[in-house]
């Protein structure tokens, strides 16, 4: 008897930038100086954490997005080979790479400067040139020119391709009316608030968010609230449940919404069960805060730690 993980084949469409990575004691205010313990450098974007999530999880991943004509661009077609990642890009000429820093303080809440270079350069075109029948389900942010998320959620929705939407950025100008049938939104705290003009001070008022978006939205809603888990709203549906998660001491929240998104993703193409796919992702998301830098934490997830949170076998199959 042969025991064998399903694996999807995902299409992530997103930007991509060279990141960089400070460990300090602060962050710094106006006109201090913070010195980093540690630093690291790698291709990455909240979009290709999600990517190598998915790909360490034992997925066919293909990463869509644009990057400069430079040197930065060149390297990063092969540093995603390197993550089992395949790229799907477009270079531009007269425009640079995007680039992001991330400062990370012993609280392990980051501070972020970004600056997107080529990405804003994902056009409709580009878009409706993929073979999206082709992908099991596909995953995308608001870190996208707007015009090219509502073109890829439309395509996706004609095709009946599952689409999962992050909310990292443009909240306040998002045309919900556009995303109105997206399998799924997946917003934090701080997103949800900003995309709704609400506060989240507890656990009914991130509710009270889910109930405004089923307004606007058809599909699936959850809203990340850091250690106090998630809100999930499941489609066409008027209530929301809470899940909680276990308390830990964190050490580095950097990149736990990404691994949580990504888990869920994995689970939920797999199953279809969100209240499942929910609750692995939570786990994962919080074995992940107890591991410093993003890159590290991404390297501890393999598709051997997805099986062995459920104590199940995804597929079974006999050899005579």
């Excluded at 007269?94 to 400062?103: E, R």
């Excluded at 992940?288 to 199959?317: F, P, Q, W, Y």
């Amino acid at each position: 008897m042969l025991y064998y993980i399903c694996m999807k084949n995902i299409l992530v469409v997103g930007d991509i930038y060279t990141e960089t990575q400070f460990h300090t004691e602060i962050i710094p205010r106006e006109n201090e100086f913070a010195f980093a313990s540690e630093s690291t450098t790698t291709v990455g974007s909240k979009t290709i954490n999600v990517a190598r999530v998915l790909a360490k999880l034992g997925n066919t991943v293909t990463f869509c997005g644009v990057v400069g004509n430079d040197k930065d661009g060149n390297q990063i077609n092969s540093e995603l080979k390197e993550f089992n990642i395949n790229p799907l890009l477009t270079q531009k000429i007269g425009m640079s790479t995007g680039k992001i820093s991330l400062i990370t303080p012993k609280s392990g809440k980051s501070s972020v400067v970004l600056s997107s270079g080529a990405n804003m350069a994902l056009t409709p075109d580009l878009i409706s040139q993929i073979e999206i029948n082709q992908y099991d389900g596909v995953y995308t942010t608001t870190a996208l020119p707007l015009n090219t998320l509502y073109r890829l959620a439309e395509i996706c929705h004609k095709s009946a391709i599952p689409i999962f939407v992050d909310v990292p950025n443009q909240q306040v100008d998002l045309d919900l009316s556009q995303l109105v049938q997206v399998d799924f939104i997946m917003p934090n705290r701080q997103e949800a608030e900003l995309i709704s003009g609400q506060k989240i001070n507890n656990i009914e008022d991130a509710k009270n968010i889910a109930k405004f978006l089923r307004e606007k939205i058809q599909g699936s809603i959850i809203i990340t609230l850091d250690k106090e888990g998630c809100v999930v709203m499941e489609a066409n549906r008027l209530e929301s449940e809470h899940f909680p998660v276990r308390n830990v001491e964190t050490i580095d929240e950097t990149g736990a919404g990404d691994i949580f998104r990504a888990a869920f993703v994995n689970k939920w193409l797999e199953s279809s069960d969100i209240t499942g796919s929910v609750k692995i992702a939570l786990d994962l998301a919080t074995d992940s805060v107890l591991i410093k830098g993003v890159n590290a934490s991404i390297e501890n997830v393999d598709s051997s730690t997805a099986v062995g949170m459920t104590n199940e076998m995804v597929g079974m199959m006999d050899i005579e």
